[in-house]
């Protein structure tokens, strides 16, 4: 809406324009004009392709950049990192919809005529609610008039330029949403649930199927006796690839050096508190000095529970005037001078409670039961009971596991008012005599800090313990020696064997658009060093990475590309799978015909076989016990006729033996409409639209290299 009100400030005329948030499509239509497609080029430079036309990195960088001048213009403010990258994504999107879904909606015959075009703008019946939302208050009301005006306007050429234009532009972007809109509704419509299909759902479900099973699960053999070879791994892959969805991905071996404060930072730090607290102290104005000069600000007014237990002791005895401190909290050094007190119109207080629940969805007896509950839980704390230990085992709400604590809280009706009249009309600390009654139950409180108006004056300078420039050269120098020392990942895995101090850390998996790295937060550089085309598996990074408060000295260890996939990406994948091959080889020989009764095979088997019933259990959730739900060994189940029994086979999670004893067919019904909008539901058939731009995007080839580069 900022636009719209720098709008109204030139011009007194209200505008429709999409918000910056609207996704996808809001990226102004102008800053596409005039580009004669040199955003397309051969540039090796590539942030991505769309159809095998590469972008050039350059040339995308140019229209994020004119839509954020847009942005800052319209909104009369900077545009923020979490801006920037909602642009680069509108303006990839637009791209993309003008570069290929655009050849769908044509080849479909999908058009937005002009009329249709002004009824979604000025119409009455079917105006289009982005339209409408420009148009309305913050409680959603349409202002008619304010619309007619702004169309008479508009249609009159009294309208300024600029603004004109960028309602010429708003009306691309709405036949842009109304095209989409149409093909998603083409693709929904084309989509639907047979009469054979919801007989099918209906017969899964209600069906009832009855039997013994002997089961040996593949966790019966250790995983450490079932060798598997790399070769195994690729000819498994090699003929299961359809199976495996490609990734990018980065895994990194790296040595972090933390930056640590020393004794010369602490002793420097020390100094500078000592000059400041007697800048402090004889300053006229403690509350700007304190201000200048430290490195965390806070509040001049504090009340008591904004205070530190030991600052608060202190002040206890502490003259107006006069400094105390320093005070240690974390890396974090406080001097105060104190001030004097004021006094709040709100009390602020700190309380636990048990909330024994009893509301109006509950019967009488429960809310009796739950009022004879309550009482004796308040018997048991005066007795002497630990509160907090009673609020786990008894508490019904979010605070049950931290004791019942409330935390602080003032009387200003952030509580419910009979739970706020009780604590605030309580005098001191400690338990209240009597249950508190509120719509939600009954609450048993403990007031754990006395209420209190309270307020310190107190002119704060905090200074945080940091390394010095000379400790930091120290720590980088050792990180770069490191680096320059170990050529590659081998280099850098001996230097640290042969140095205790230092500790090697992996990295798996890491994706493109990783911002941190294992614990290293905002960790961009590195994740983009990972991608980079100078990157080699087995290499050394060029230089040592300042990431917060460490130096990073690393190593790419392996790399997947989503266009050349191998089948080590999928190691681990394929090795679960190939391992239980192998094992279920192992048990189906041991097996053999598996003749006579299954309790009899099993002990002939050995350690590992189990024998279970199941009874009357359905296919579309049916449990077999230890096995849990197998749908292999669920559809033998119900696929053979009664009395028959399956030889040894594998299923999902082991190798069963399965006996159909007993099964019982449902009545036929006439009208299956039940269960055809389960299945709607259940896959999600509204969502064949979304389904259908998806399949649009993976014929278009669409290469995205935003996150190795951004």
Do not use: C
Not at 142 to 156: C, G, K
Not at 237 to 250: G, L, V
Not at 668 to 693: C, H, M, N, P, S
């Amino acid at each position: 809406m900022a636009i719209v009100n720098k709008i109204r400030e030139r011009s007194g005329i209200a505008v429709a324009v999409i918000a910056v948030a609207l996704l996808l499509f809001i990226v102004g239509g102008d800053i596409f004009s005039n580009q004669n497609n040199s955003l397309f080029g051969s540039s090796g430079n590539k942030i991505g392709e769309i159809n095998g036309t590469g972008i050039d990195y350059q040339q995308f960088m140019s229209l994020v950049d004119v839509q954020k001048q847009q942005f800052e213009a319209s909104g009369q403010r900077a545009a923020t990192e979490q801006d920037i990258a909602q642009m680069r994504e509108q303006v990839w999107e637009k791209l993309i919809v003008e570069n290929v879904y655009m050849q769908e909606f044509e080849d479909l015959g999908i058009t937005v005529s002009e009329e249709e075009l002004r009824e979604l703008v000025q119409g009455t019946k079917n105006m289009h609610p982005y339209v409408k939302q420009q148009f309305s208050d913050q409680a959603g009301n349409f202002n008619q008039a304010q619309h007619a005006e702004f169309i008479r306007s508009y249609t009159n050429n009294t309208m300024p330029e600029a603004q004109k234009g960028m309602w010429n532009n708003f009306k691309r972007e709405l036949k842009l949403i109304r095209l989409r809109e149409k093909y998603t509704n083409l693709l929904n419509k084309s989509s639907f649930i047979t009469t054979a299909e919801a007989k099918a759902e209906y017969l899964a479900q209600t069906e009832k199927a009855s039997g013994k099973i002997l089961y040996v699960p593949f966790y019966s053999i250790q995983d450490s006796t079932i060798k598997v070879e790399d070769s195994e791994i690729k000819d498994y892959y090699s003929k299961h690839k359809e199976e495996f969805t490609p990734f990018d991905s980065r895994s990194i071996s790296y040595v972090s050096f933390p930056l640590i404060p020393t004794k010369d930072d602490s002793a420097a730090l020390n100094s500078e508190i000592r000059n400041l607290a007697k800048g402090l102290a004889s300053a006229p104005d403690a509350q700007t000095y304190a201000a200048a000069n430290s490195d965390i600000r806070t509040p001049y007014l504090k009340a008591a529970n904004e205070i530190s237990a030991e600052l608060k002791a202190a002040l206890g005895t502490t003259i107006v005037g006069a400094l105390v401190g320093p005070f240690k909290e974390g890396n974090t050094y406080s001097i105060h001078k104190f001030e004097g007190t004021a006094i709040d119109s709100l009390y602020t207080v700190r309380a636990s409670h048990i909330l024994i629940r009893s509301d109006s969805t509950m019967s009488d007896s429960a809310k009796l039961k739950a009022r004879t509950t309550a009482l004796s839980v308040l018997s048991q704390i005066k007795a002497g009971g630990d509160f907090a230990s009673l609020a786990r085992q008894y508490g019904t709400d979010g605070t049950a596991q931290q004791g019942g604590d409330l935390g602080v809280f003032k009387n200003n009706g952030s509580m419910v008012k009979p739970f706020e009249n009780a604590i605030f009309g309580f005098s001191g600390v400690g338990v209240l005599p009597n249950l508190v009654v509120t719509d939600f139950g009954y609450h048993i409180v403990k007031v754990t800090e006395a209420k209190s108006n309270l307020k310190y004056k107190l002119a704060t300078i905090s200074k945080e313990l940091q390394v010095g420039e000379a400790s930091s050269n120290l720590v980088y120098q050792k990180a770069d020696n490191l680096r320059a020392n170990s050529k590659s990942l081998a280099d850098l895995e001996a230097a640290v064997k042969k140095d205790n101090s230092l500790i090697l850390l992996n990295a798996e998996n890491i994706t493109p658009q990783a911002t941190n790295v294992n614990t290293i937060q905002n960790a961009r550089e590195l994740v983009l060093w990972s991608y980079g085309k100078d990157s080699e598996v087995g290499k050394i990074a060029d230089r040592v990475f300042v990431l917060g408060e460490n130096y990073i000295v690393a190593a790419l260890k392996s790399a997947s590309d989503k266009e050349d996939p191998t089948a080590m990406d999928f190691k681990e994948q394929i090795l679960v799978k190939v391992r239980n091959e192998k094992k279920s080889e192992k048990i189906l020989a041991k097996l053999g015909n598996a003749q006579g009764d299954l309790m009899s095979v099993s002990k002939k088997y050995g350690a590992g076989a189990l024998v279970e019933e199941v009874i009357d259990i359905n296919f579309f959730s049916g449990m077999l016990n230890s096995a849990g739900f197998d749908a292999i060994a669920l559809g033998k189940l119900f696929g053979q006729k009664v009395g028959k029994r399956t030889k040894p086979f594998a299923g999902e999670t082991g190798v069963f033996v399965i006996e159909t004893s007993n099964k019982i067919a449902p009545p036929v019904i006439a009208d299956y409409k039940t269960f055809k909008d389960q299945i709607a539901q259940r896959i999600g058939l509204g969502r064949t639209g979304y389904i259908g731009e998806q399949i649009i995007r993976e014929n278009a080839k669409i290469i995205d290299n935003r996150s190795k580069m951004l």
